[in-house]
């Protein structure tokens, strides 16, 4: 069965600073997609950014940028310049097509690390 | 995302009786999900849709049941409502690059 890990419950960071967000994930699978989402306070799930497994290129998305190790089965998000409007809960989420036989991709979400941006 | 809406946003209801939670979207993605999102686990698959009229279960699915008769339209229903299923629904729509875009969400409080 797929997991996915995100071992900081809670993070914090100063305003303009650079934070970084944990996410690990168990899979067998060669052929997959990793996502990260921001939830803030209003519950809007949002896509943060997206990385296919078959790229070693890491993604970016204006001031977020991912670290993706494929062997260590990792996948960190890094803030770059925090803002106040980054304050959220970020979860981190893993996609495989058509897992287990079942005719959709199976999206297999962490527990979610709580993001604080203190100005 | 502006493509995809939920309705009721907050519903209130009383053990035993059954609550229908509607997701409409207009991007006319054939996929369409329905998760919970509970304290400690994350958001977890209830139902998902791969076309009108075809549905199968996800990973917590029993006391739900979904019914999808047009492509824009995603019903969530709970035929006897229960205090275990006070939660917040999002809906999600697959999009382009396999990733999925959710609706605004419904927090349900079952009494």
């Known amino acids: 069965a797929q997991t996915v890990t995100q071992s900081q419950p809670e993070m914090s960071v100063q305003e303009a600073e650079t934070v970084t967000l944990s996410c690990t994930y168990d899979t067998s699978e060669s052929d997959y997609y990793l996502f990260w989402y921001k939830q803030p306070p209003s519950r809007q799930m949002i896509l943060v950014i997206r990385q296919e497994a078959y790229k070693q290129q890491n993604a970016t998305e204006n001031r977020f940028s991912v670290n993706f190790q494929k062997a260590a089965k990792s996948f960190s998000l890094k803030i770059s310049d925090s803002q106040l409007g980054d304050a959220a809960m970020y979860f981190c989420?893993?996609?495989?097509?058509?897992?287990?036989?079942?005719?959709?991709?199976?999206?297999?979400f962490g527990q979610g690390t709580i993001l604080t941006v203190h100005p | 995302d502006a493509g995809i809406t939920q309705s009721p946003r907050h519903k209130v209801t009383e053990t035993g009786t059954p609550v229908t939670l509607r997701c409409h979207q207009t991007e006319n993605h054939r996929y369409m999900y329905w998760y919970r999102q509970d304290p400690g686990h994350g958001l977890r698959l209830i139902h998902y849709s791969y076309g009108v009229k075809d549905t199968d279960k996800g990973e917590v699915s029993d006391g739900y049941s979904v019914s999808r008769s047009k492509t824009e339209d995603f019903l969530l229903t709970l035929e006897s409502a229960t205090s275990s299923q006070t939660s917040v629904y999002f809906c999600a729509m697959g999009g382009s690059y396999n990733e999925q875009f959710f609706g605004p969400g419904t927090r349900l409080t079952v009494l």
């Open positions: 989420a893993y996609w495989v097509p058509n897992a287990g036989g079942t005719s959709y991709g199976k999206l297999t």
